[in-house]
């Protein structure tokens, strides 16, 4: 399963893109988005948005 950003919460801080150990997540504009076809699904940026904008898919 791979995690997506809702866009609508997403504040844009990048914490999560960070974290990211196989650079799935990328800014696009003033937030940022998963490329499911990288994500491999390990979870690592949910547990780092403060926000609480990542959620499985």
């Known amino acids: ?10 504040v844009g801080c990048g914490a ?3 974290n990211c150990p196989v650079s799935a997540i990328e800014q696009k504009e003033d937030r940022y988005e ?3 076809d990288i994500c491999v699904g390990c979870g690592a940026c949910e ?6 904008a990542i959620s499985r898919k």
């Open 47 to 52: 547990s780092t948005c403060p926000v609480s």
């Open 34 to 36: 998963i490329n499911p």
């Open 16 to 18: 999560c893109a960070g």
């Open 1 to 10: 399963m791979v995690y997506q950003i809702d866009k609508s919460v997403c």
